[in-house]
């Protein structure tokens, strides 16, 4: 089945240990997206990408970091740098110059103690 | 993209339609308005999307003024699962699309 999937739903890890979040997609999106989300907030874009080998920070880059060797992946770093990475964590994909909406997965849940 | 504006939050009783509206007194003649909504702990969902006229499917309807600077989307008859966070956004859909969302409305359906 096409569709987009993040990995794991539940993580936990220490303070100051960087962690990376895996975003991977089958639908052949151009786009993929960041964002993060804190408890009863909306959305906030980390990175996004509109092609591979580049990649355009969103309002809260700070603390992250992002790669896109291939179109179907879209891996988000956590790093130390990060004051409050605690948070859920969304991915999602799109195609670009198309009237279509974008796909969001289901979330990775982030706790660092 | 342009930004949104949503009231924080509704209340709409089971059954009845739930009216949804949002400002974007910026958009441009070419960028899309996208409904998305959000159930607690889980990835947005799409709705509808339109870019004049005004569109339904089997979910919900759209309606955007003549003037493109608000929109309202209709969920016709509520239950209890549209209980969620709706998201109104604009996108421009070329090689600039960051694609932003605000804080939403959270929707609350009752019994």
């Known amino acids: 089945d096409g569709g987009i999937t993040q990995s794991p739903k539940y993580l936990f890890r220490k303070e100051g240990q960087n962690v990376t979040l895996s975003c991977e997609q089958n639908l052949n999106h151009d786009a993929m997206y960041w964002y993060r989300q804190d408890p009863g907030q909306g959305l906030r874009l980390i990175y996004y990408s509109q092609i591979v080998n580049d990649f355009q920070k969103g309002d809260i880059a700070e603390g992250y970091s992002v790669s896109r060797e291939k179109k179907e992946s879209f891996p988000l770093t956590v790093t130390s740098a990060q004051k409050n990475p605690t948070a859920f964590y969304l991915c999602a994909s799109s195609l670009l110059y198309r009237n279509t909406e974008a796909f969001f997965g289901q979330g990775t849940r982030l706790t660092v103690v | 993209d342009a930004k949104t504006t949503q009231p924080t939050s509704m209340d709409c009783a089971e059954g009845r339609a739930a009216n949804l509206p949002c400002n974007h007194s910026?958009?441009?003649?070419?960028?899309?308005v996208y409904w998305y909504r959000q159930i607690h702990s889980q990835g947005p969902q799409y709705i509808i999307h339109?870019?004049?006229n005004n569109e339904t499917n089997e979910m919900a309807s759209l309606i955007i003024t003549e003037d493109r600077k608000s929109s309202t989307l209709i969920l016709p008859h509520a239950t209890l699962r549209d209980t969620a966070v709706y998201y109104c956004?604009?996108?421009?859909?070329?090689?600039?699309?960051?694609?932003?969302f605000g804080a939403g409305t959270r929707l609350t359906v009752k019994p």
């Open positions: 910026t958009i441009s003649g070419n960028e899309y």
């Open positions: 339109g870019l004049k």
């Open positions: 956004i604009v996108r421009l859909l070329d090689n600039n699309n960051d694609m932003r």
